[in-house]
């Protein structure tokens, strides 16, 4: 009976924790009596997207094992004195990695710090706060490059869309967001006198410049500038060597919400009713709607869905990435930094999730009115 209680315990936890791939399961295994398997199921799958993203999920699992982001972390943290520099230390610490290393691993490297730095510095009044803006840097830091959200990476591959392409299109509602999350930090956080605690940690120097050499090659790939076969072979191989850990440590649940949703998607854009729908809906606008549609369904799924019934990648792009911010489940990442912050403060859940949906919808609004008044003066112009 015991036995029986762990196994239970464990499989509700597991349901809990990856709640989206479980509904994304049960979504394509729906669709799937709607449109009965066949040959076309194997167009569904972008293969190279989800080998791009388990390469480099795969290498900065690694560098997190060797502490080499929170060590280059807290040397810059260590350069800021007062808790206003330090939390938007912090922030940008979250914005900046998020455009390399993804926003989820973002968050599962950067967090622990934030919590770290405030709660040795007697500072827990700015946690919920440290944690929302952290939270909402890693979704919009990551839309700037095509690997810095799982979504941009799928549609980045998907729609071919070229490197300066991508770049111009992300650039306004970026730089907008940086204005706005630093407004936020500078008039909500007090410049008040910090000290850090000093923790010797040290680096194993060989290791760090054999992974950065393989997360140059994940980036190389992404780029297009060799297959991606090849990293498929290479990065799983070293690291079986090097750091067997992190290739348990991939987020391999996110590759199967992927794969279910590739599923899910393409058999909806199969049924000509919902085609018809979708199509329409997103005819009138593609950047509103599928911005509203990340509030319901996550940004993830929503750029795999909706990218079946539009050509208009742009608009598509920028609104699930500003889609990202908004309701708890618009970004699987904003469940990250809730779990990671509700376990530090537990009993808090509800004051969090106010203050998270105050900030969240305030962003999402100004975000949207910023980027359909840059289309309203393109049109003009």
Not at 265 to 289: C, D, H, P, Q, Y
């Amino acid at each position: 009976m015991e036995n029986e209680g762990i196994i239970k315990h464990r499989f509700t936890g597991f349901i809990k924790k990856n709640a989206v791939m479980v509904i994304a399961f049960f979504a394509a295994v729906i669709t799937s009596f709607l449109v009965l398997p066949d040959k076309k199921y194997l167009d569904y799958f972008d293969f190279k997207t989800l080998t791009c993203l388990f390469c480099v999920l795969a290498v900065v699992c690694a560098l997190k094992d060797i502490n080499f982001f929170y060590i280059l972390a807290k040397k810059i943290v260590h350069l800021f004195k007062n808790t206003r520099l330090c939390i938007l230390a912090l922030v940008y610490i979250t914005f900046i990695g998020s455009m390399f290393i993804a926003n989820d691993m973002a968050l599962l490297t950067f967090l622990p710090l934030g919590f770290f730095v405030l709660s040795s510095t007697r500072k827990e009044k700015y946690m919920a706060f440290t944690f929302i803006m952290q939270n909402i840097a890693a979704n919009l830091g990551g839309m700037l490059t095509p690997f810095g959200n799982p979504q941009n990476l799928f549609l980045y591959t998907k729609f071919e869309i070229s490197n300066g392409d991508f770049m111009a299109i992300m650039a306004p509602p970026f730089a907008f967001s940086v204005a706005l999350i630093t407004l936020c930090c500078v008039v909500f956080v007090k410049s008040e006198p910090l000290v850090i605690e000093d923790e010797k940690i040290e680096l194993d120097s060989k290791r760090v410049i054999l992974y950065l050499i393989l997360f140059a090659l994940s980036i190389v790939i992404v780029f297009r500038i060799i297959p991606f076969w090849i990293g498929l072979i290479i990065i799983p191989a070293v690291l079986f060597f090097a750091d067997k850990n992190a290739l348990k440590e991939v987020d391999y649940p996110l590759l199967l919400t992927f794969v279910f949703f590739f599923v899910f998607s393409g058999n909806m854009a199969r049924i000509e009713l919902v085609k018809t729908f979708f199509s329409g809906l997103l005819n009138k606008s593609a950047l509103l709607f599928s911005a509203l549609s990340c509030q319901f369904i996550s940004n993830v799924p929503s750029a795999i869905l909706l990218s079946q019934f539009t050509s208009n990648y742009r608009d598509l792009l920028v609104g699930v990435n500003i889609g990202g911010v908004g309701t708890l489940i618009a970004s699987l990442a904003s469940l990250i930094t809730f779990r990671e912050y509700v376990g530090h403060n537990p009993g808090k859940a509800g004051y969090y999730i106010g203050k998270f949906s105050a900030y969240n919808f305030g962003f999402l609004f100004l975000l949207l009115a910023f980027t359909f008044g840059l289309k309203y003066l393109s049109k003009i112009q």
